[in-house]
Structures are given as structure tokens and as C-alpha cells.
Nanobody, 117 residues
Framework: QVQLVESGGGLVQPGGFLRLSCAAS????????MAWYRQAPGNQRELVAQ???????KNVDSVKGRFTISRDNAKNTVDLQMNSLKAEDTDVYYC???????????WGQGTQVIVSS
């Protein structure tokens, strides 16, 4: 059974930081591309940052220079360090695992991030 369990969300003031973590089980973690997405009510889920199985990373323009994605294949975890948070970063953040060979996607349950003073 595949599980992606996110943690680390919460309430933070503008300019603050949070670190999200996603623990994966039930998959060959090192073979998967991992990513963080976010979604606001009524909006489409959007990619925030991605890290390939080989460690290559990509961030969307709105978070470049502020967010960093990393993975630990020994621990089966992928983290998102979020600095200089803005009110517009308020969303539910989802962990994603993608197998490029089978096109199979797995999702976590999401963790809420609220940036507000």
C-alpha cells in the first residue's frame, strides 16, 4: 500500500518560514520523481517544485529564490523549505510521487499552510 504522509504545515507570519516534509512508503522511492503541489479552494492544483530521481530540481517562478526542494533516498522523504513566505503562499500543499516509466501518480492527503499576520 502506497502512502505519502505530509507534515510541517501551519500558521506563519509573512516573511517567516516553514519546512514541509513528506514520508513515502510502499514505493521504490529512489526511482520516483517527487514534487510539491499546492491548491486553493476553487483553483486548480499547481506545481510548486519538483525533484527528479537523479536530483534535478525545478521551481515555479513565483517561488524561485524562496523555496527549496530536497530529497533523502535513505529515509524516503522529500522536503520543501519555504522561506520569505507571503500571504499568496497560503494553500494546501500536496506531496506527489510520479513514476515516469508507468505514468503512475500518487498523492498525499495535503497539509495546510497559512501565511497571515
Amino acid at each position: 500500500q502506497v502512502q505519502l504522509v505530509e507534515s510541517g504545515g501551519g500558521l506563519v507570519q509573512p516573511g517567516g518560514f516553514l519546512r514541509l516534509s513528506c514520508a513515502a512508503s510502499g514505493i521504490m522511492f529512489s526511482l520516483y520523481s517527487m514534487a510539491w503541489y499546492r491548491q486553493a479552494p476553487g483553483n486548480q492544483r499547481e506545481l510548486v517544485a519538483q525533484i527528479t530521481s537523479r536530483g534535478g530540481t525545478k521551481n515555479v517562478d513565483s517561488v524561485k529564490g524562496r523555496f527549496t526542494i530536497s530529497r533523502d533516498n535513505a529515509k524516503n522523504t522529500v522536503d520543501l523549505q519555504m522561506n520569505s513566505l507571503k500571504a499568496e503562499d497560503t494553500d494546501v500543499y500536496y506531496c506527489n510521487a510520479y513514476d515516469q516509466f508507468t505514468a503512475v501518480n500518487y498523492w498525499g492527503q495535503g497539509t495546510q499552510v497559512i501565511v497571515s499576520s
